[in-house]
């Protein structure tokens, strides 16, 4: 059974810096991209970051973008999203998902999910 279990979310003030986790089970680790995304209320759901099988290819989204660092530990089957300088408009629920038939932003590619870790980047 495949599952993928978001941690490392909270309250964090404006500047901060929040480290999330994303820990497997189930999966083939290795043959599967692994992205992020995070939703707003009442906004739509978008992409943060993305990292290949192997780790050696990471994205980014404009916002993420020297701010916001992907990794992976194979041998822990889990991801990592270390955040930083983090702002208000930061804020909403993060999402890990997984995928072995491609990567990036597109959530339609992306297999299993899971159940978000609530982020409130407020003063």
């Known amino acids: 059974q495949v599952q993928l279990v978001e941690s490392g979310g909270g309250l964090v003030q404006p500047g901060g810096s929040l480290r999330l986790s994303c820990a497997t089970s189930?999966?083939?680790?290795?043959?599967?991209?692994i992205g992020w995304f995070r939703q707003a209320p009442g906004k739509e759901r978008e992409g943060v970051s993305c990292i290949g099988g192997d780790g050696r290819n990471t994205y980014y989204s404009d916002s993420a973008t020297g701010r916001f660092t992907i990794s992976r530990d194979n041998t822990k089957t889990t991801v990592y999203l270390f955040m930083k300088n983090l702002r208000p408009d930061d804020s909403g629920v993060y999402y890990c998902?997984?995928?072995?038939?491609?990567?990036?932003?597109?959530?339609?590619?992306?297999?299993?999910w899971g159940q978000g870790t609530p982020v409130i980047v407020s003063s």
């Open positions: 998902a997984a995928t072995r038939r491609g990567w990036g932003f597109d959530e339609f590619v992306y297999e299993y």
């Open positions: 189930g999966l083939t680790f290795d043959r599967y991209a």
